[in-house]
């Protein structure tokens, strides 16, 4: 039916905004304590940033901040759902989820990194993600080993 038969004021108020989902992947939902509670503050954002958007006055803005705070509240409670909380590591023999881990490569450049879950990862700020490539394989080796890892080798110089 054309826009013009229709009560709404133009084509772009017609259309409803709708967004794809975010991706979620099809690994286990693994997280830390500190992954959990930024995932409960990340969906209280999300809330509040949805109640903010119903407030907004224009119509078509309004659609489109609403569709986005809206798809984020639907991804955050899907990941707190399917939450699973891993015990900080008792054990330092081998590399696990939580770990921090230093590790030195080929080239003699050396790394630390925290082993988290996917959501809380944050190379730039010292954790990768326990799906990612160097986590794999770090992943239950101990202090002294070398891995590889595409074409590099890397050894475990710590574990904490």
């Not at 080239?107 to 954790?127: C, H, K, L, M, Y």
């Not at 101990?142 to 891995?147: H, I, L, M, N, R």
Request: hydrophobic share 40%; with cysteine; proline share 6%.
């Amino acid at each position: 039916m054309s826009v013009a038969f229709t009560r709404e004021d133009s084509a772009a108020t017609a259309a409803e905004v709708e967004l794809p989902d975010r991706p979620v992947s099809p690994h286990p939902n693994l997280v830390t304590s500190s992954g959990l509670e930024a995932l409960a503050t990340a969906m209280k954002e999300s809330r509040a940033a949805c109640d903010a958007a119903l407030r907004i006055e224009d119509a078509g803005e309004r659609r489109r901040a609403v569709a986005l705070a809206s798809r984020d509240v639907r991804y955050f409670a899907d990941r707190l759902r399917t939450a699973h909380l891993v015990p900080p590591p008792a054990d330092f023999g081998a590399v696990a989820f939580g770990h921090r881990v230093t590790f030195s490569w080929d080239d003699g450049r050396r790394q630390t990194f925290r082993i988290v879950g996917e959501d809380e990862a944050d190379p730039r700020n010292g954790s990768i993600s326990y799906v990612s490539p160097v986590a794999q394989a770090l992943i239950g080796k101990a202090t002294g080993e070398v891995v590889t890892t595409g074409d590099r080798e890397i050894e475990v110089l710590s574990i904490e």
